[in-house]
């Protein structure tokens, strides 16, 4: 299958690596990414030669959250279309969240709004000291809704009140003491403390990592249909109030929001 905005390889061992790959627009999520992920998604997870899965990004960053052609066009949709955009995002999320391969997050640069909600759904993450994080939303009057359920689920409702409401910027050593990633090495170590990672999966039974990956997921929080349908109708409400209006707008025209003090 051939991609546009990520690229797919498996080595000889069965290690997959899934690589964001619009490193000119910091690997920011698309429409035609979204989808491509969705498809990716399904691939691997069909692919019984597949033992595990790395998620990296080419360039600077990471992710840094959502496409600007994206979010122009979601200002100017009808909420119909809002809603059904909000819903190939988070069924992406999903399909990511429930591989059932083990999922290990490569991360580099920023990392900000959908890009936490993509290192949210991995089972491992392992940050690049320089990595900056941030759920940006709230300082474009929006709310970190599709990816909230995984954001939660990654961290705790205890640290995700720290960071969840507030659109502040935070280092990596504050995204490991949160568990939002596992550990953080110089940009130098990052492919080695990645391999640490994927090697004890080369030795373990594929079936029962599934099964087991499987049952942890059902043990914890519930990300259900209905869950995601509620985040969905969440973002497509607050996509209609004047504070978004003004938030994104004002983003757009490079000018602070009137809010802010």
């Given at each position: 299958m051939n991609f546009e905005t990520i690229r797919l390889a498996t080595d000889e061992r069965g290690v997959a690596t899934l690589t964001l790959a619009r490193p000119e627009r910091h690997n920011a999520l698309s429409a035609a990414m979204i989808g491509e992920l969705a498809q990716a998604a399904s691939q691997l997870g069909g692919d019984p030669a597949v033992r595990v899965v790395v998620l990296a990004a080419e360039g600077e960053s990471f992710c840094a959250g959502a496409d600007l052609g994206w979010m122009k066009e979601q200002f100017a949709a009808p909420r119909t279309q809002r809603i059904e955009e909000a819903r190939r995002l988070a069924r992406m999320l999903n399909a990511l969240y429930s591989l059932p391969k083990p999922l290990i997050g490569r991360v580099q640069g920023q990392a900000f709004g959908g890009g936490i909600g993509m290192i949210s759904v991995c089972d491992v993450a392992i940050a690049a000291s320089g990595a900056r994080f941030a759920l940006t939303e709230t300082r474009l009057?929006?709310?970190?809704?599709t990816?909230?359920?995984?954001?939660?689920?990654?961290?705790?409702?205890?640290?995700?009140?720290r960071v969840f409401m507030s659109g502040r910027f935070f280092d990596a050593a504050e995204a490991t003491a949160l568990g939002l990633a596992n550990a953080v090495v110089d940009a130098g170590q990052l492919d080695a403390a990645i391999e640490a990672e994927v090697t004890p999966y080369l030795v373990a039974a594929p079936g029962a990592v599934a099964a087991a990956k499987d049952l942890l997921r059902r043990l914890g929080p519930k990300i259900d249909d209905a869950v995601i349908e509620t985040t969905i109708a969440r973002l497509a409400d607050i996509w209609e109030t004047p504070e978004a209006q003004e938030g994104v707008t004002a983003f757009f025209e490079k000018r602070p929001p009137r809010w802010r003090s």
């Open positions: 009057g929006l709310i970190p809704a990816i909230g359920p995984y954001v939660v689920a990654r961290i705790g409702h205890a640290d995700a009140r």
